[in-house]
C-alpha cells in the first residue's frame, strides 16, 4: 500500500510528459498570439506596423498616437473581426473533430462522417432558400444568428435521428451509428440538392459563395453571434476530457470506469453540433481543420484529450488565421477560398507526418 | 474587448464616409473599380477607361480590360483588396457580393452604387445611364444608348424578314451532372428572341436549370446554342451532336450547332447590337435562307419524329456553323 | 462472511446467503433475447476473499452474466446486488469505486502509452495526480507490465495489452473502501490471449488478491475461464452455466467430476488427483 516505494526514478521522462505538454500549451497561446498580430498586421492595405500598434492600443485603451482615419477603419472594421472570426472558427472545428474522434473512437471520424455537417447544411441551405419565404418572420426575428442555429438545431437533428437509430437496448454501436450517418448523408444531400433547384439566381450565389468557405464575411455583429455561440462548446468540451479518454476504451469499460456513457454522449454530440453549425454558418464549409489539427497534436503529444482539447482549440484557431492570412494576400486584390488552402496546407504535413509516424512508431 | 473597437471602428467609418460621399458630388471619380463584364464594356464605350484601376473576372471585354488588376469573381469579393486599389467609387451590378464585403467598402468611404442587372434592352439603357451619371458622362450616355437601339433597329429589320422563328436550345456547361439550360429571364432568352428566335424553354423555368435527357427530346429544339468554351468543355461538336438527348433533336438530326462568344453571347452590354446580329445571322433569321423541306412539318410531327428516332442517330449532311 | 484468511490453495467452502452486504450476487435473473432466455433463473453470489470460476460451453451465458454483473445488461427479471444493493440504484461513479472489469479485448486504438492507459483506472478516484501515477505505476508491476510503462499501447502485442488492461482495472481497485467494504473484480477470459506463464501468473495474482486480500481487505474476483485446469487449480469454487441454467456449482473437487463435465461440455474426460497440487486433473479421453 505504501505507494513511496515505487521505482518512480525508473520513469522520470513519464512525468516529464505531462510538463511537456503544459510546456506545448504555452507555446500554442504564443503562437496565437504572433499569427492573431500577423492577420492583423498584413493585409493588401499597406499599413506601416506603427500605425497597426497605435490602433490596438487604442483599442486596449492606453494612450494611442495619430493614426491615419482610413488606416485605422481598415484595422478596426476589415482585419481584427476578421482575425477573431478566424480564431473562434479554427477552435471550434478542431476541438469538434477532437471530441467527435475520441466519441467514435476513430481518428479519421469527422462531424462530416456522422451527419453534422450534412445536416448543418441542409437547415442553413433552407433558411437561405426559403427565408425570403414561409420562414421569414423567424428568420427576420432571429437576425445574424438565424443561419448559424439552423446550421447547429440541423445539425443537432440529423445527429440524435443518427444516434436513434443506432441506439438499441439504451446502448449505441458505432458501427451501426456510422452506417445510419452515411444515410442521413445521403439524405441531406438530396435535401440541399432539391433546395439548389428550388433557389432563385441571388440565392444560388449566395449557396455558391458559402460551400466554398470563406471569412470575408466577418463583421462585427457576426463576430459577436459567433463568440456567443462558441463559448459553451469551447469552454465545456475541454472539460469533458476525462470522459472522452475512457471512451477511448470501449463504451461498456467507459461505464465500468464511473462515466454515465449514454448522458454524456449525447452531450458531447451536442457541443459539437454547435460548434461546427455556429463555425459552418459564419464561414461557409471549411474542411480539413477538425481532422488534421487534432491529428498533428495526438502525433507530437499523444492522444490524452486534457492536453488534445485545449491545444486544437489554439493550433485550429492559429492554422486556419495563417491560412486566411495566406488565402487574402496570395492574390491581391482579389482573395481565394480558404477550403482551398486548409487543404493545400493542411494535406501534405498531415500526410508527412503521417508517414513519418509509420515509420517511427509502429 | 469587443465592443470597444466595434463602437470606435463605426464611428470612425462614419466619419470617413460622410467625407467620402462629399468627395463624390464635388468631382467625377477618379479610381473606379467595375466588377461586372457589362459595366466594364460601357465604362470603355463611354471612353472612361483611362480612370478604371481593377476590375472583376468577369471583365473580359474589350481585351485590354484583361491588363487591369483583377479583383477576383464579382461574387467573391475582398473587402480589403478592393481597399488597396484607393478606389473612389465600385461600379457593381446588384448580383455582386458577398453584401457583407459591400458593406465593408461602403462603411469605408467607397460609394457603391448598385446597378440593376436586368437582361433587357431597357434595363442595358438603364445601366449605361446609371454609370455614365457615376462617370459624369450623361452625353456620351446618350449616344452610346443611341447606338445601341440603332443596331438593334438594324437587326430587327433585318429579322423580319425572317420566314419563321427557328427553336433554340441554349446550354450551359458548368462542371459535373447535368448541363444547365437557359429559360426566360435570361441573357440567352432575350437575345434568342431579339434574333428572332424562340427559346424553347421560355415557358418551362425561370432562370438556368439542370436538364434532364428526356427533357431535352421533348423540348425538340432546331437549334442548338452554345458559347465557344463551353463547346470545348462539351467535347467538341461531333460529341456534342451525338450525345443520346441531342442526337435525336431536330437540331441534332439536322446538325445545327452554332457556338458564339461567350462574352457577346452573355455579357448584355453595348454590343447587344453586334450580338443580336451575330446570332441572327447563324440562326437564318437574317439571310432568310431557303428552309429545310424538315422545317415545313409543324412542331407536333417534329416531336413524333424525335420520339420515334430517339436512340437511333441517322445524322444528315453536316449544316452546323460556328464562329471563330 | 468470513473472517478467517484462507491457506494459498484455497479450497475452502463458502455458502453465504446471496445479496448479503459482503456479497456481489444474481438472485434468479432472467435475460431474454429475440424471444430466447440467455439466462434463466441464474442465482449465484461470489464473496469477499474468495475466486470463483465461471465455467460453461460457448453460447452457455457467461459472457452475458459477466454484463449483468459489469452493468452493461439489466436482467429483465431478478436482481443485481452489489454489496447488498441493488446494483442500478448506485450511481456509475459508486459502482466503479467497488467493481472493476477486465474486458476480453478493448477497443482502444489511440497511441496512448501503456502508463496513460493503466492511469484511466483512476478516473472513479477522481483522476490522475501525481499519487495516482505512483499507483498506476505500481499496478502495472503488479501485472508484470511495468516495463512497458513508456511504450505506445497501439505498438503493444495482444498479451501485453491484456495485462496493461489488468494494470488499469488493479489502479481501480487499489486502494481499499472505507469500512472494508468488499472490491469485487470482473475478468473475463483473461489468460486468452497470455502465454502459459502469463495464464498462471494471472490468475494467481487474482488469487493473491483476492485470498491474502493485498493488506487484508475483502475483494472478491469472478474469472470466465475456458481452460478447466487452470479453474480447478485456482478456483475457490467455480460454477458451471448450460444453456442459460445454472447447472453446478461448488468447490473445485466437488463439481468437477466426469459427469457434470460431460453435462456441460459433452466432452467425455477422466479426472484425477494432481500429482503435485491439491486439485484435480482433468484429462480429455480418447476418442473412441
Known amino acids: 500500500m505504501s505507494t513511496g516505494a515505487v521505482a518512480i526514478p525508473g520513469h522520470a521522462n513519464l512525468l516529464k510528459r505531462h510538463q511537456l505538454q503544459q510546456l506545448s500549451l504555452f507555446a500554442l497561446v504564443a503562437l496565437v498570439c ?8 498584413i493585409g493588401p492595405v499597406n499599413i506601416p506596423l506603427a500605425d497597426v500598434l497605435r490602433t490596438l492600443a487604442g483599442v486596449a485603451g492606453l494612450p494611442a498616437g495619430e493614426v491615419a482615419p482610413q488606416h485605422q477603419a481598415v484595422i478596426l472594421s476589415i482585419r481584427l473581426p476578421r482575425t477573431l472570426l478566424g480564431l473562434l472558427v479554427g477552435a471550434g472545428l478542431a476541438v469538434a473533430g477532437a471530441a467527435m474522434q475520441g466519441l467514435f473512437r476513430n481518428p479519421l471520424a469527422d462531424p462530416s462522417l456522422i451527419g453534422v455537417s450534412a445536416g448543418g447544411a441542409l437547415a442553413a441551405v433552407s433558411v437561405i432558400v426559403l427565408g425570403g419565404t414561409g420562414l421569414a418572420m423567424v428568420t427576420d426575428a432571429l437576425g445574424s444568428f438565424a443561419l448559424p442555429l439552423a446550421a447547429f438545431a440541423g445539425g443537432l437533428v440529423t445527429t440524435l435521428v443518427v444516434y436513434r437509430l443506432a441506439s438499441s437496448d439504451g446502448r449505441t454501436s458505432v458501427t451501426t451509428l456510422l452506417l445510419a450517418g452515411i444515410a442521413i448523408n445521403a439524405l441531406c444531400g438530396a435535401g440541399t440538392g432539391l433546395l439548389t433547384y428550388l433557389a432563385d439566381d441571388q440565392q444560388l450565389r449566395t449557396l455558391t459563395f458559402w460551400s466554398m468557405g470563406s471569412l470575408s464575411g466577418a463583421t462585427w455583429p457576426a463576430v459577436g453571434s459567433l463568440a456567443a455561440l462558441m463559448t459553451p462548446p469551447l469552454l465545456a468540451l475541454p472539460l469533458l476530457a476525462r470522459t472522452l479518454n475512457a471512451l477511448l476504451l470501449g463504451e461498456a469499460e467507459a461505464g465500468h470506469l464511473g462515466i454515465a456513457v449514454q448522458r454524456m454522449q449525447p452531450i458531447i454530440v451536442a457541443l459539437a453540433a454547435l460548434a461546427v453549425g455556429a463555425a459552418v454558418a459564419v464561414s461557409g464549409i471549411i474542411g480539413f481543420v477538425g481532422l488534421v489539427v487534432p491529428h498533428l497534436l495526438r502525433l507530437a503529444q499523444g492522444p490524452d484529450h486534457r492536453f488534445l482539447l485545449p491545444g486544437s482549440a489554439l493550433l485550429g484557431g492559429a492554422l486556419l488565421l495563417l491560412a486566411d492570412l495566406l488565402a487574402r494576400t496570395l492574390v491581391t486584390p482579389a482573395e481565394l477560398p480558404i477550403g482551398i488552402l486548409t487543404a493545400l496546407l493542411g494535406g501534405p504535413f498531415f500526410l508527412a507526418l503521417l508517414l513519418r509516424w509509420r515509420r517511427t512508431a509502429l | 474587448m469587443s465592443l470597444s473597437p466595434a463602437a470606435l471602428g463605426a464611428a470612425l467609418l462614419a466619419l470617413v464616409a460622410v467625407a467620402g460621399a462629399e468627395g463624390l458630388v464635388a468631382n467625377p471619380p477618379q479610381r473606379i473599380i467595375s466588377v461586372d463584364g457589362a459595366l466594364t464594356e460601357i465604362v470603355y464605350a463611354l471612353d472612361a477607361a483611362d480612370r478604371l484601376v481593377g476590375v472583376d473576372t468577369t471583365s473580359l471585354y474589350p481585351p485590354a480590360a484583361e491588363e487591369l488588376p483583377k479583383v477576383g469573381y464579382k461574387r467573391a469579393l475582398s473587402a480589403e483588396g478592393l481597399l488597396s486599389l484607393s478606389p473612389d467609387v465600385l461600379l457593381a451590378t446588384d448580383d455582386a457580393g458577398p453584401p457583407e464585403v459591400l458593406k465593408q467598402i461602403v462603411l469605408a468611404g467607397v460609394p457603391v452604387p448598385m446597378i440593376p ?68 429571364d435570361t441573357a440567352a432568352d432575350t437575345l434568342i428572341r431579339l434574333a428572332g428566335g424562340e427559346n424553347v424553354l421560355h415557358d418551362a423555368f425561370q432562370s438556368y436549370k439542370p436538364l434532364s435527357a428526356e427533357a431535352a427530346l421533348a423540348a425538340a429544339p432546331e437549334v442548338i446554342l452554345v458559347t465557344e468554351r463551353n463547346l470545348k468543355g462539351l467535347g467538341g461538336e461531333d460529341a456534342l451532336l451525338a450525345r443520346p438527348d441531342l442526337a435525336a433533336t431536330p437540331a441534332g438530326q439536322a446538325r445545327r450547332l452554332v457556338s458564339m462568344d461567350g462574352p457577346l453571347l452573355l455579357a448584355f452590354g453595348p454590343r447587344l447590337g453586334e450580338a443580336v446580329a451575330t446570332l441572327a445571322r447563324h440562326l437564318g433569321t437574317i439571310q432568310g435562307g431557303a428552309p429545310r423541306a424538315s422545317e415545313q412539318a409543324s412542331t407536333e410531327e417534329r416531336r413524333d419524329a424525335a420520339a420515334r428516332d430517339a436512340g437511333r442517330t441517322g445524322s444528315p449532311p453536316a449544316n452546323a456553323v460556328t464562329t471563330d | 462472511m468470513r473472517t478467517d484468511a484462507p491457506a494459498t ?34 442465482s449465484l453470489s461470489v464473496g469477499a476473499g474468495e475466486v470463483l470460476v465461471l465455467l460453461g460451453a460457448n453460447g452457455a451465458g457467461k459472457s452475458t452474466l459477466l454484463k449483468c454483473l459489469a452493468g452493461d445488461l439489466r436482467p429483465e427479471r431478478g436482481q443485481v446486488q452489489l454489496n447488498g444493493r441493488a446494483l442500478h440504484h448506485w450511481s456509475a461513479l459508486e459502482a466503479a469505486r467497488r467493481r472493476a472489469v477486465l474486458p476480453q479485448a478493448s477497443p482502444l486504438s489511440f497511441p496512448f502509452t501503456a502508463l496513460e492507459v493503466a492511469l484511466m483506472g483512476r478516473i472513479p478516484q477522481g483522476g490522475p495526480s501525481a499519487a495516482d501515477m505512483e499507483i498506476a505505476l505500481a499496478a502495472l508491476g503488479a501485472a508484470e507490465a511495468e516495463h512497458l510503462a513508456e511504450r505506445r499501447y497501439t505498438t503493444l502485442s495482444g498479451g501485453e495489452r491484456q495485462r496493461v488492461h489488468l494494470g488499469r482495472v488493479l489502479a481501480q481497485l487499489w486502494e481499499p473502501l472505507p469500512g472494508d467494504e468488499p472490491r469485487w473484480l470482473l475478468l473475463d477470459e483473461p489468460t486468452a490471449s497470455l502465454d502459459l506463464a502469463h495464464q498462471h501468473s494471472v490468475l494467481a495474482l487474482a488469487r493473491r488478491w483476492a485470498s491474502s486480500g493485498r493488506s487484508q481487505r475483502g475483494l472478491g474476483v469472478l474469472v470466465v475461464l475456458h481452460d478447466l485446469n487452470l479453474a480447478a487449480q485456482y478456483a475457490d469454487r467455480v460454477a458451471v452455466l448450460k444453456q442459460g441454467r445454472l447447472l453446478e456449482q461448488g468447490r473445485p473437487q466437488e463439481v468437477l467430476r466426469p459427469q457434470p463435465i460431460f453435462d456441460a461440455f459433452g466432452l467425455p474426460v477422466r479426472v484425477l488427483p494432481h500429482p503435485e497440487l491439491d486439485c484435480p486433473l482433468i484429462v480429455p479421453r480418447a476418442p473412441r
Do not use: C, M, Y
Open chain 2, 117 to 184: 442587372d436586368q437582361p433587357t434592352v431597357a434595363g442595358l439603357h438603364e445601366k449605361i445611364a446609371a454609370v455614365a451619371d457615376v462617370l459624369d458622362r450623361a452625353g456620351a450616355a446618350v449616344e452610346l444608348s443611341a447606338a445601341v437601339d440603332a443596331a438593334l433597329g438594324e437587326a430587327r429589320a433585318a429579322t423580319a424578314n425572317a420566314s419563321r422563328k427557328p427553336r433554340v436550345l441554349f446550354l450551359l456547361h458548368v462542371g459535373s451532372g447535368n448541363d444547365l439550360a437557359a429559360g426566360r
Open chain 3, 9 to 42: 490453495s484455497g479450497a475452502v467452502s463458502h455458502r453465504q446467503a446471496p445479496g448479503a452486504k459482503g456479497s456481489f450476487a444474481v438472485l434468479d435473473i432472467g435475460v431474454r433475447r429475440q424471444g430466447r432466455w440467455l439466462l434463466d433463473g441464474v
Open chain 1, 34 to 41: 504572433v499569427v492573431a498580430l500577423l492577420s492583423i498586421a
